[in-house]
């Protein structure tokens, strides 16, 4: 699956968690995921894909007006992803950055919800916008917006 539009880049991760993009041999913090990376830029590239489409399966359509909000929230659940999937052993320390990312997601998922909520577009009936326009793929009407619980 290719990432949307809105998908968060390599660097735009790399930007939030500094301490993953070190590069193999020199130690040096690159600020963004290479093929010289643990994880590797091909690796995480496969995270995004995910996060993006977890945020699509539990929003619906992202509307051009909310891109910068998907965005934001594809970002911090592929930083969750990283941690889970990289360094397993290292969730539940303290301070836990898995536990910092997941508060900054449910922050920007939450304002995504609102976002898309605000900002249906009209079906062109005549009646205002379609509320049913933006059930989530799989049709659970309610997810707009709501908050990660479960642990990964």
Known sequence: MAAPAWAPTLADVGAIM???TIERGTGAQLG???TETVPTALQVTGLI?????EIVARNGTIYDACSANAKAAAKWLTAMFVEVSH????VGDDPDAYDRFKE???RTVE???VCLTNNI???GDGEGTDAAYNTPVGGFPGLVGTTLTEEF
């Open 18 to 20: 500094h301490s993953r």
């Open 32 to 34: 963004t995921f290479t």
């Open 49 to 53: 894909e995910e996060a993006c489409a």
């Open 87 to 90: 360094f397993t052993n290292q």
């Open 104 to 106: 900054n997601y449910e």
């Open 111 to 113: 304002g995504l919800g």
């Open 121 to 123: 577009p009209d079906d």
